[in-house]
């Protein structure tokens, strides 16, 4: 495979030329590494996106949105597919970076090809997947857009110069942020398989859709409603090699936490993401197809509680 580092610079680039139509902000830092505002300050749409979820996975997973309805309603939602994801949602999409500093202080979680040029999480070994390209892309999480402090350190990490560096950076409450989790749907569901033991190697394709959750710029309710679309909304369907005893332990469903909204989970941990359960973050309903075999399906959406938790008022 072609450097996935490589294929999202490529889609950087496409950000970059139509940065005015995405309402995408690049700034360069005087390390010379480049960061895009996707959702911080900036205010990207949909279609931005849509974008940056296809960085996120390196070009190798389709993204669109669709119309579907949460308890009646019509929302939006949005969609991934990759024939390729072991490498698209473990090697690059997962969120696996933490970028903690105190002075400046700055607090971000990194996703992207960049983890795949330093590969020291133990899915690279299972995949059989290590980059080298001299340039990077790492998405970044955070209320704050990251400086220079955040771009070296990044470029050290990954074996790069910092010019090389490109920092496309989101809030949580921003349109950016409900649709790059939203497409997180299928993520999950390989992780969580891959956490049970699964060699992830045996699954052949994955596509997962998810509610769009309603932007709040208030970011204890993005992180509660974006995580909610997954849980109570979000839908996998998983193409395997082989069949597995723990099929059924994938969904959300199988978690003594469900039925309770994520901002209560995230209050119950004090607001610190590293110390909610992982396995809490599991798509709602998931169908297992093992090739020549039986095809499972495991889980329920939970539409009363996304009603609530996106605040919908019907009438």
Known sequence: MDSINRMAVELID????????LRVVPY?????????????????????GLLLAEIQTAGLATVQTRMDEVAGTPMPYVELQTDHPDVAVLCSQKAGW???????EFDGLGSGPARALVGEEDEFRAVGYFDEFDLTVLAVEAIDLPGDQVAEHVAETAGVEPSGVFLPTFASGSTVGSVTTAARAAEMAVFRLFELGYDPTNVLSAFGSAPLAPVSYDEGVAMGRTNDALAYGGEVHLTVAEGFEDFDQVPSTARDEYGKPFERIFDDADWDFYEVPA???????????VVNGPTYAFGETDEELLAESFDLRQS
């Open 28 to 48: 360069e830092l005087d390390s010379g590494a480049t960061v895009l505002d996707f959702g911080v300050d900036a205010e990207g749409g949909v279609e931005a």
């Open 14 to 21: 496409e950000a970059i030329d139509f940065a005015d139509e």
């Open 98 to 104: 933490e970028l903690t500093f105190e002075d400046p």
């Open 279 to 289: 396995e809490v973050f599991a798509p709602a309903k998931v169908t297992i197809d």
